[in-house]
Nanobody, 122 residues
């Protein structure tokens, strides 16, 4: 079974930056789209960035638009989330997700990582 592993979380002061990474050890096959989600304590999970592999179209939640950037390195089979100008409200567990079967439809994320914690202090 394909597993996703996130890394790069940590603690940072407001205004700082972090880059999260996501890999799928042992998997180098087709992936339709990839995404990043986050969930803060007591809040619902929020989709924050999505990338369609074919064509590279990206979509962002309004809460992170202009500050976060999703990208992928096909040679390293790695998905990234660059986060700049971090705010205390960005504090959450961040999850990587993948749709490995889709085509010509919206993403249906059915593979998830365990998450990496991001804490932003004021």
């Amino acid at each position: 079974e394909v597993q996703l592993v996130e890394s790069g979380g940590g603690s940072v002061q407001a205004g700082g930056s972090l880059t999260l990474s996501c890999v799928a050890p042992g998997y180098n096959g087709y992936h339709y789209c990839m995404g990043w989600f986050r969930q803060a304590p007591g809040k619902e999970r929020e989709a924050i960035a999505t990338m369609y592999t074919a064509g590279g179209a990206t979509y962002y939640a309004d809460s992170v638009k202009g500050r976060f950037a999703i990208s992928q390195d096909n040679a390293k089979n790695t998905l990234y989330l660059r986060m700049d100008s971090l705010k205390p409200e960005d504090t959450a567990m961040y999850y990587c997700a993948a749709d490995l079967e889709g085509a010509a439809r919206e993403c249906e994320f059915n593979y998830w990582g365990q998450g990496t914690q991001v804490t932003v202090s004021s």
